[in-house]
T-cell receptor, first 111, second 114 residues
């Protein structure tokens, strides 16, 4: 099993640029989560999909953030325009029942 | 409230010693309490989890102790090894069979010295 796959693993961009993070969940999992991790705020849930439908996006910081899940095997998190305070590690996670499985994360640096 | 308070922030233990990390929660509706282990550059990985119908769960060297009346739960790592050095997160939610709305503690950086 390949686990949750995220790309890119590292992204460095300039303020104002658009950033797109990608996630492929574990096959057969019906729940997908986007988390953000920073030293100050720890792990924060940004958005939760169930069966490809966004259930709760209350953790999305502001309108600059958007997420889509066009099918069961792919999701994107987009930041437009990006700001330095968006610098963090972004994790995608998926689950069916029982444990939640995290991807390796995308380290985003906005200069 | 949704908070989960975790302590200590960091912990240094000698090889072979016992590592103890504590968490406290406020929401009495929480019924699922997992612990995650995170190595540098990796995503958190589920280590062990407990539900409030038992007071203790053991898997190998890892044990969760749960005190429902005190709203506290802790992770004990017996015979700690240098390979256990990682950041540990407790979490909690009202699961209903789902991982939705897991509330994470701020994490404990464990260092096990050889």
């Amino acid at each position: 099993d390949a686990g949750v796959i995220q790309s890119p693993r590292h992204e460095v961009t300039e303020m104002g640029q658009e950033v797109t993070l990608r996630c492929k969940p574990i096959s057969g999992h019906n729940s997908l989560f986007w988390y953000r991790q920073t030293m100050m705020r720890g792990l924060e849930l940004l958005i939760y999909f169930n069966n490809n439908v966004p259930i709760d996006d209350s953790g999305m910081p502001e309108d600059r953030f958007s997420a889509k899940m066009p099918n069961a095997s792919f999701s994107t998190l987009k930041i437009q325009p990006s700001e330095p305070r968006d610098s963090a590690v972004y994790f995608c996670a998926s689950s069916l029942t029982g444990g939640m499985y995290f991807g390796p994360g995308t380290r985003l640096t906005v200069t | 409230q949704q908070q989960v308070k975790q302590s200590p922030q960091s912990l240094i233990v000698q090889k072979g010693g016992i590592s103890i990390i504590n968490c406290a929660y406020e929401n009495t509706a929480f019924d699922y309490f997992p612990w995650y282990q995170q190595f540098p550059g990796k995503g958190p990985a589920l280590l062990i989890a407990i539900r409030p119908d038992v007071s203790e769960k053991k898997e190998g060297r890892f044990t969760i102790s749960f005190n429902k009346s005190a709203k506290q739960f802790s992770l004990h790592i017996m015979d700690s090894q240098p390979g256990d050095s990682a950041t540990y997160f407790c979490a909690a939610n009202r699961s209903g069979g789902s991982n939705y709305k897991l509330t994470f503690g701020k994490g404990t950086l464990l260092t096990v010295n050889p």
